[in-house]
């Protein structure tokens, strides 16, 4: 196992860095000009007056995949392969797909396919790396990963602020063949800058199947029965598996992305709510420890939950405020998806920014700067975010020409919440998590993406119907505006809420011992 010197960075960490800022060049410079492609080229088919709502569908459905398939990812890397080889042979399924996309340009069938393969590889990957950099760490330097996490993240924005500016014109001047494919030789080269540091990384070898792990701790505190007690909580799973299959039994109605998804949500909440219930029924299997751990993991998860309206509001920054942009007042060369630059490009510069300025200036004048603070302030900037780009649609829906310029505001505000939710979210994550569930609970964490974009498929779904749009037409404004400002309330109520629980949670140290 390699070792560090004491309050040194890790020497294989610049391997894992340069390999994400290939990577994110890739993921970001295929995902940004998506919406665009698909109202331009792919869905010509579709009714023009359906065709937004349908590129919508489709973009938040490939996110919630890229954002599912941690889960599988977390899974083999825990039980059978380890991060290192999962990582590996899932960036070689990731390039398989990006050139789908450029092969199949006009096949929906073929393009489609390639989607699925970029958000099996992309979404398999994406806890591992962060939780693989983390392993690199010990009790020794472990002062030194949450700059490595703000490092890591402000590279992931360095490759998705040039693939920001320059796929959108790649894309109409070069057409879609290209500028697919320059996103697939991007991870090749990541994922050989990975490979290339293989002899220097720390390997945490996989565990085989633990008795005593999560899943065994609440199959024994749902199904083992107390004499004289009901049992309360094998009742609340039972409703929440017909539920699901009720929500299955939609398909039709809600596409079988969204209800797919919505179904895994009910089981999981309403299983381990259930769980919850009676966990020391566990006991009677279970060491108190892993019991313990179990009460721990569900404080996490519930935290995961509050941050769900957050990431509702961040990904429609690529899919709703770039139609709106269509519609805005913009110069003859610029592309509405080149104003996803501002995202990474703010990022850039809020991450030292806060770290160097703004955080010292706040502990100086007696404020903790604690990770759940940061997380609850970062959701309520992004309610704010929210407020002041269904205003500008106010302006728009009422005749005003608005210029583009105007989105940079709601850039901005939605940008620090980001820095404050997900740089931070990452490292909180990984510190957190006991060490036979890192690539699990990074896991968790990603699925919050994956259900923040499905609420955003049932917003959409839900406007669909004539009874609510006619009630949305009754308060005076557009669909459109009044979806803005739903969105917005509910991330502030998901601030609020998160604030007030964050204050009984009880911070955990996960980091391994000192590297022999």
Known sequence: MATTSAGRWPRQIPFIIASEACERFSFYGMRNILTPFLMTALLLSVPEELRQGEAKDVFHSFVIGV???????????????????????????????????????????????????????????????????????????????QKAFDMFYFTINFGSFFASLSMPLILKFWGPSVAFGIPGVLMFIATMFFWYGRKRYVHIKPKAHDPHGFLPVIRSAILTPVAGQANKGLWVSIVGIALAIFA??????????????????????????????????????????????????FRILILFALVTPFWSLFDQKASTWILQANDMAKPDWFEPAMMQALNPMLVMLLIPFNNFVLYPMLRKAGMQV?????????????????????????????????????????????????????????????????????GSIMSFWTLSVTVGNLWVL???????????????????????????????????????????????????????ANAE
Not at 381 to 402: C, E, K, N, P, R
Request: with cysteine.
């Open 67 to 145: 954002y599912f398939f941690p889960l599988l990812g977390g899974w083999i890397s825990d039980r059978f392969f380890g991060k290192y080889n999962t990582i590996l042979w899932l960036s070689i399924v990731y390039v398989i797909g990006h050139a789908f996309l450029a092969i199949f340009e006009t096949s929906k069938t073929g393009f489609y396919s390639g989607l699925f393969l970029i958000a099996l590889g992309s979404g398999g990957i994406k806890p591992l790396v962060s939780s693989f950099m983390g392993d690199q760490f010990d009790q020794s330097n472990k002062s030194l990963a």
């Open 248 to 297: 299955l039994s939609q398909t039709a109605e809600l596409g079988l992305v969204t209800a797919l998804c919505l179904a895994l949500v009910l089981i999981m909440g309403f299983v381990g709510s259930g769980a919850s219930m009676q966990l020391q029924r566990a006991l009677a299997h279970h060491p108190a420890e892993a019991v313990d751990g179990v009460k721990s993991v």
């Open 370 to 438: 604690t990770a759940l603070r940061r997380m609850g302030a970062g959701i309520a900037f992004s309610g704010l975010a929210w407020i002041v780009i269904g205003t500008i649609q106010l302006m728009m829906d009422g005749g005003s020409v608005m210029s583009i310029t105007w989105q940079v505001l709601p850039y901005a505000l939605l940008t620090f919440g980001e820095v404050l939710v997900s740089a931070t979210g990452l490292e909180f994550a990984y510190s957190q998590a006991p060490a036979s569930m890192k």
């Open 458 to 512: 049932l917003a959409n779904a839900s406007v669909k119907h004539d009874s609510v749009t006619s009630k949305i037409v009754e308060t005076g404004i557009s669909v459109t505006a009044f979806q803005m400002f739903f969105f917005a309330g509910f991330a502030l109520l998901a601030a609020l809420v998160f604030a007030l629980y964050a204050r009984s949670y009880t911070m955990q140290d996960h980091y391994r």
